[in-house]
């Protein structure tokens, strides 16, 4: 049973650790090819001010709310804002007491050579 049960432990470590390391590669990758930009950041704003003065047009004239679909630079932006969150949660996972309580490796060696990879 104990060896089982050790099996189990490592398979969850693995896992664990596996998921950080998949994070890490995939938000590398997504960001390398998407930017996060002044003129993007900016571009969403305006269009985010656009839809709530809409919407607070149609609050003022007592017409139901309607839900107005985001557009394709703001679902970017989130798309990039989502990757670039994942990514500092992979690195700081690989830097956190947790990760050295999981394993016995040092989490910068990781990211050292994941960093080569992608290089």
Same mark, same amino acid.
């Given at each position: ?29 997504? &960001? @390398?090819?998407?930017?996060?930009? /002044?003129? !993007?950041? $900016?571009?969403?704003? =305006? ?29 970017? &932006? @989130?798309?990039?804002?989502?990757? /670039?969150? !994942?990514? $500092?949660?992979?690195? =700081? ?27």
């Amino acid at each position: 049973m104990d060896l089982e049960l050790n099996e189990g432990y490592q398979n969850l470590v693995y896992a664990i650790v596996r998921q950080a390391v998949d994070d890490y590669r995939f938000c590398k990758r997504y &960001l @390398r090819k998407h930017h996060k930009t /002044e003129g !993007l950041v $900016a571009l969403v704003a =305006e269009q985010v001010a656009r839809r709530e003065k809409r919407e607070e047009k149609r609050k003022q004239a007592n017409l139901p709310p309607i839900e107005e679909p985001r557009s394709q630079e703001e679902i970017l &932006l @989130r798309r990039i804002e989502r990757a /670039e969150f !994942l990514l $500092a949660d992979a690195i =700081e996972f690989f830097h956190s007491d947790w990760f050295y309580m999981l394993t016995d490796v040092d989490g910068s060696v990781i990211l050292d050579r994941l960093e080569a990879e992608i290089l």
